[in-house]
């Protein structure tokens, strides 16, 4: 398998495009890949699934690759983009039938991905939950914890979808083993920060209501 | 939940996502697409899709190298791929006819059946697949590496050896003869009780191989088969019997798609075979044991002891007599049962056997050496049978406990309270529950009497034991190793209760 993916790295090197399609397609990853993901996502149309999902995927790597970046799991990183750009097209295709519901429109339905205010929607969103995720980070304990999920989120503002504990191992000369204890503690805690914040911001504004109604009662 | 917090969490599982390892699922999706590649339609729609996507972004990139190597028709591009494609598979698919036409096996006409078409063809998961029936040579047959059965013991094997096994090292692992660490069963397949079914019966279901003799279907039946003939249990007749077995074999036709199809519905689908109940067997094993006594009323033990034997190959039990012993001894208690109920209660003679069936099982344990004493007690004994008709025991290891529960008359009356109630089937169970609580805390109480005083002793024992003793054989190995595991059992249990352990405790007090 690792002389494949070499191969499909020099193919898209030499901006070979054909070489690195049919490379995919004589290994029979595209084939597994098809089917694959057809068994996973049920409910987006086959056609949209090669054309929407999967083909934007094999885009997506020849550009990285072609931009000089080391993937070191050409595969992986096809499997995990297409779960992204999977999930964003299913919430893209309930907002928009949500939308149809609502004004009764099911007439010229419009492709989710032709309407460009929605990647900027999602990017601003996602760029929000980066501000805020990164204000935790130094409540994460250890350093190597801080420092291993600082490069996640780095990545994914870069949008690259794919990142391995080998690869943060290797940027920050960490070994793979820190890597992932630090991924998992990462995780872990920030989930229960953001939870154990969430609750108090909760909290809080109750608090704040009943004080204001105090306050307002008094005033009365 | 506020709308800041729902992105912050998906962005988390997101970031999750993206740093899991998805190394193992890409190999699968490699191994699949190979076993299933797309047909023409999906591969060039597929491909067509991925190119103008791939354009699309050039466009966008304004990257005029890389669209260079994709200029010109679309459909001709992938018409290409697809070509060489087909090209590979047809020159592989040539390879493996050649290949399977050099190691054929040809099937023989043996015993007045000719080597002919099976008919009806048989249909394996929802497709019919020709095949050819006939003999083989047992040892011509090639058991089958690939088989999920073997999946662990291969890969395990592989990463001890660095290859693949050979045949005769297929066998050895089939016949658990293979030492591979985590393997504990003496027969993990089972190999040995189907050797002995076949030795006498023959192979009845036919094995199905591909047309090199490799087989996809009867690892077990052929890996006993080959036991048979390797194995000083079986007479020179019962070897003969299964030197060529009648097989199944695939046709030059046979498709990739045929053979996993009967893989799949060999070893997938269930052909909703039921054992017989062990009451069923045990009682036509009793019956021909009271044949053979009837035959040789006065057989001494030794004697006695050879019928069982006899009777143990007849049924395909293994050589030795212990399971025809078991099974007499179970029968006769549940004969005796029967006998109680139907007698003295005036129950109907077949509700009596279904309830024997039922909890055949349980009278193995009522045949044990303190339970069967304590059975001696006829008044015991009858509520045992009662409760035992009445569904009142909801488990056999309840069984175990009688024997102090006999002689525990508060356990006794509980049990006699559980007789007596009939309209409460769970309030009675509980009541046959308690009882046997209650024999255990008594037991227990009994174990912990003098706990200290018996460690004190101990531990002065132990330390005022000559050091020597443990090196010159005087301590056995064996008790070395059983006070080690102890002394680690009571570190545990100190851990446990006082989150300390020896180690702790030594630098508390160096401290």
Known sequence: MDDLWDKVREAAAISNQKEMVSLLYQSGFLDGLERTMHAKWRKIPREDLDCIVIAAAVDDLYEKLSQGEFILNPGGYIYKTIHFKAVAYTEQRNQLSDLHREFQVYENFIDPFETPSYELDRDYCLNRALVEVRKLLNRLGQENVQSVMAYVFDCIEAKRYDVTPAEISGALGLSSGTVRTSLSRGFKRLKRIAMEDNLAEQILSEAELITDIEDEEEVV | ?511
């Open chain 2, 1 to 511: 939940m506020d709308e800041k917090w729902i992105r912050m969490f998906e962005l988390v599982q997101l970031a999750q996502t993206l740093t899991s390892d998805v190394e193992k699922e890409v190999e699968e999706i490699i191994s699949l697409g190979q076993e299933q590649l797309l047909n023409r339609e999906d591969s060039i729609r597929l491909l067509t899709s991925i190119i103008e996507s791939l354009r699309k972004g050039n466009d966008i990139r304004g990257d005029t190298s890389s669209a260079a190597s994709l200029s010109g028709d679309i459909s001709e591009i992938v018409g290409e791929m697809v070509a060489i494609r087909e090209e590979l598979i047809l020159r592989r698919k040539n390879s493996m006819i050649n290949k399977i036409q050099n190691n054929r096996i040809n099937l023989q006409n043996r015993n007045g059946i000719s080597v002919q078409p099976v008919f009806p063809s048989p249909w394996f998961h929802e497709k019919e697949v020709p095949m050819v029936g006939g003999f083989v040579r047992t040892q011509d047959i090639r058991l089958w590496e690939n088989n999920d059965r073997l999946d662990i013991h291969i890969h395990q094997f592989k990463k001890i050896n660095g290859r693949d096994p050979e045949d005769r090292e297929l066998l050895d692992i089939m016949l658990s003869k293979m030492p591979l660490p985590g393997i504990n069963e003496k027969d993990e397949f089972k190999i040995m009780d189907l050797a002995r079914s076949i030795a006498n019966n023959g192979v009845r279901r036919p094995a199905i191989i591909d047309l090199d003799g490799t087989l996809l279907d009867g690892n077990r039946r052929v890996s006993a088969c080959y036991f048979i003939l390797n194995s000083k249990e079986f007479t020179s007749e019962q070897k003969a019997r299964i030197e060529y077995v009648y097989v199944w074999q695939l046709t030059e036709h046979a498709t990739d798609d045929d053979r996993r199809r009967v893989v799949v519905s060999m070893n997938f689908e269930k052909d909703h075979k039921q054992d017989w109940p062990e009451y069923v067997k045990a009682s036509k094993i009793y019956e021909d044991w009271q044949a053979m006594l009837a035959l040789e009323p006065y057989a001494n033990p030794i004697r006695q002891r050879e019928l069982k034997r006899e009777l143990s190959q007849q049924y395909a039990l293994g050589p030795d007599a212990r399971y025809v012993t078991r099974y007499i001894r179970m029968f006769e208690e549940a004969e005796e049962f029967e006998l109680f109920h139907i007698e003295e209660r005036e129950r109907d003679e077949y509700e009596v056997k279904h309830k024997a069936a039922e909890y055949f099982q349980y009278f193995d344990e009522l045949t044990k050496g303190s339970v069967k004493s304590a059975l001696q007690d006829k008044t015991f004994r009858s509520l045992v049978y009662d409760l035992l008709f009445q569904d009142k025991f909801t488990n056999w290891k309840q069984i175990r406990d009688l024997p102090r529960i006999a002689n525990n008359e508060d356990a006794r009356k509980l049990l006699r309270q559980s007789r007596a109630e009939t309209e409460d089937i769970e309030e009675a169970q509980d009541k046959v529950v308690s009882a046997c609580s209650e024999v255990q805390v008594t037991s227990r109480e009994a174990r912990v009497v003098g706990a200290n005083e018996r460690i004190e002793n101990f531990t002065k024992f132990l330390m005022q034991l000559p050091i020597g003793s443990f090196a010159d054989g005087t301590i056995k190995q064996e008790s070395l190793y059983r006070l080690k595991d102890s002394l680690r059992h009571v570190n545990m249990l100190i851990q446990d209760h006082e989150g300390m352990t020896f180690e702790d405790e030594d630098d508390e007090l160096a401290v």
